[in-house]
């Protein structure tokens, strides 16, 4: 009997995070055929887990590409993610450290053959089989869509593959457009099918709001200026036979349709529940984790982290956290973590307290940003601190620790005058103190966040993230206990909401822009800062309507901060720069360095952390020179 191919990828889904036994904790057997796959209902069902088994792995900051931008910085050597932008990847290596290309395909038939088998399954439901199928075909769409981000035009996978496919019969790879056409009708298609909602064990199994965001995320991306008439690298991007592979044809229509796919998705997420999270919706208690305190910082800290109280998360990666997982690479340093830093690239892009580009707010001290101030701020920090850590909006003090910046987790309790260990202090007389719950970060060498003697787990950039990272999470002491785990968001309404504007004001139209950027100025409202038009009045180049508009206008970079600033570290940094022919922006990517000088002070300056070698070819992936011998029709992407 035919053996289940790579079945055994499987067992990275060992565990389970929601308290529940659910999909991930299921590891089908590695030597199981397709009649002892289909047996029994259970059976099936671990086949179906299985399928699932060939999503990225999100969670794992090592390793997964859409790490790679220019939002945060490493301090480990050798990192698959650093080496792509250092010239690592080459079309003869790429499958060692990814093999996105052909775990995808791999999926892609362990899908197709689920639904050739599921029928079979003695007693299984009408209903059970019927959605057992529709999943497969939400992952056969879903994993056609992660070729397409990292490699373009792909071939498309219509129908279960025949293994003993002769060579000269091999297929060959399908226009952009038309590979965008196919995936996205999939996805609508299966939308129709889906539950909207799954809870319990179910949890992070496909759904119809899943399908229908997705879908509206795929034709963002199509209509972007990577994808949409790039004569610039695509010209000649042709299949052996002359088809051209990417339009030479720009389309403003491609932003319409994109548009109206986000509104779609948006409209049919809150009508079954879904909303975007605010601090009132919190159930995770403040007696349990009383930091963030500030009601805005709290809410844009648990966006996503409340498991149990969001209803803002779309489809989330369910799997456990890995070693290199956020929160551990995030965490302040005790025995362990702290490798994490916002790059000082990241650090600029967050707005000033008044909603405004530090170079834009006439209020804030853009030049001399890199001087000193005190702060002595209950929910900030206390200290000496670099004026550009002062009068930010909130999320920049949610998400990001910075010198005398509060760090809101948790560690082991120490004596009253904090010498056990390396320790952060927090004001001596504060009744928490010997509680931990929130720690003041410093980053001079022999800080608690300095480099010290170490060679890793220091902040490289002055900074450490705290965005991903639970209030009840601990840094490594002995046997202390780790991160406090929750599903990753693949996709969540607040995406929704920035694809809508991007759309929109790709688009152009008055009566779309005007709608977009309401979607937007919520975001906006959510982080405590004032819309677009309010803010930007008072800007040193004012804004004072939406008539810069399409895929070159001033809107656009407005649109585009935003995302950057509300989806930080959510891997979407990495995927938007490619797709917005922005690689070369990253070339450089700067640091803050902190020196205690001889009298005492401390001295702060811009510093050049690397230097990256950006090429044309970057912005797709190489297909394995593996993959290229196995099948005669497959070209190589451009440059490779």
Known sequence: MKKIYNILLSFVFAGCLLGSCDYLDIVPNETANEEDAFASEQAALNYLYSCYSFMPAYQNSHTFIGYAGDEIVSCFNGEPIKL??????????????????????KGIRQCYLLKKNIASVPGLSD???????????????????????????????????DMNTPYDKMAARSPYDECVDWVSEQFRIVSEKLPTERMGS???????????????RLLLYAASPLFNGNSEYYSDFANNDGTLLMSQ???????????DAALEAINFAEDHGYRL????????????????????????????????????????NTRLEEMYGIQNKSIPYLSFGGGYGPSLTMVERFYTENGLPIDQDPTYDYE??????????????????????????????AWISFHNGFYECQTENVVADGTKGITYQDKMDRSDRKQRKRWLTQYKKEDNSGKMNRGNNYSPTGYLNKKGVHPGSAARKSDNVPSLRYPLPIIRLGELYLDYAEACVGY?????????????????????????????????????DYSSVGPDGRLMQIVRQERMI???????????????KELDDMQNIYKVKVVKQTDGTIQYTKALHATYNIQDKMYFYPISNTELFKNHKLVQNTGW
Request: aromatic share 14%.
């Open 84 to 105: 792509y932008f250092q010239g690592g990847y080459t079309s003869g290596n790429i499958g060692n450290v990814d093999a996105t290309y052909s775990n995808m395909y």
């Open 127 to 161: 209903d059970k089989i019927n959605d057992f199928a529709n999943q497969a075909d939400f992952l056969i769409a879903y994993y056609h869509s992660v070729l397409m981000q990292h490699y373009g035009p792909i071939i498309l996978v219509k129908e279960l593959p």
């Open 202 to 216: 179910s949890y992070g199994l496909a759904t119809s709001v899943a399908a229908k965001a997705l879908r509206a």
């Open 249 to 259: 044809t720009y389309s403003k229509e491609k932003y319409k349709v994109a548009a």
């Open 277 to 316: 999270y605010y601090v009132g919706d919190d159930a995770i208690g403040t007696a349990t984790y009383p930091y963030p305190k500030d009601p805005i910082q709290r809410q844009l800290r648990l966006t996503y982290l409340d498991k149990n109280g969001t209803k803002e998360v779309l489809w989330a």
């Open 368 to 397: 001399n940003r890199f001087q000193t101030t005190i702060l002595d701020d209950d929910t900030r920090g206390e200290g000496i601190t670099l004026k550009l850590n002062d009068h930010r909006e909130p999320r920049f003090y």
């Open 508 to 544: 152009g139209d008055a009566s779309y822009v005007a709608e977009g950027m309401k979607k937007l100025n919520v975001i906006r409202e959510r982080a405590g800062i004032d819309p677009v038009l309010t803010a930007w009045a008072k800007a040193k180049e004012p804004l004072t």
């Open 566 to 580: 509300e989806l930080y570290m959510e891997t979407h940094n990495f995927w938007d720069l490619r797709r917005w």
